[in-house]
């Protein structure tokens, strides 16, 4: 089993910054593939970015060019810097984690965090 524990979350106000860690703990062998999903009220949630293992990314055309995603593999972290940060990308947001090589859109990952709140006030 995994865990994986997200910190970070917060109120901002539009066009600040934020940082969202994320530490997995257990049986981090069995992943690969990690990132940030996230899920404002009345809506689905939604895949904003991931990372492989070796660092190849992903991101939502929605949050392309603002957020970041990395890893430091050493420390069992991702992270997400998120910037320029608007009023819909108020949400929770979960950290994921999977045995693929990569999160795709469509595909549930194994293991997910508790969720971390990011409200963005104009």
């Known amino acids: 089993q995994v865990r994986l524990v997200e910190s970070g979350g917060g109120l901002v106000q539009v066009g600040e910054s934020l940082r969202l860690s994320c530490v997995a703990s257990g049986s981090i062998f069995g992943v690969n593939a990690m990132g940030w999903y996230r899920q404002a009220p009345g809506k689905p949630r939604e895949l904003v970015a991931s990372i492989t293992y070796g660092g190849s990314t992903n991101y939502a055309d929605s949050v392309k060019g603002r957020f970041t995603i990395s890893r430091a593999n050493a420390k069992n972290t991702v992270y997400l810097q998120m910037d320029s940060l608007k009023p819909e990308d108020t949400a929770v947001y979960y950290c994921?984690?999977?045995?693929?090589?990569?999160?795709?859109?469509?595909?549930?990952?194994?293991?997910w965090g508790q969720g971390t709140q990011v409200t963005v006030s104009s």
């Open positions: 994921a984690a999977d045995p693929r090589q990569m999160l795709s859109v469509g595909v549930s990952p194994v293991y």
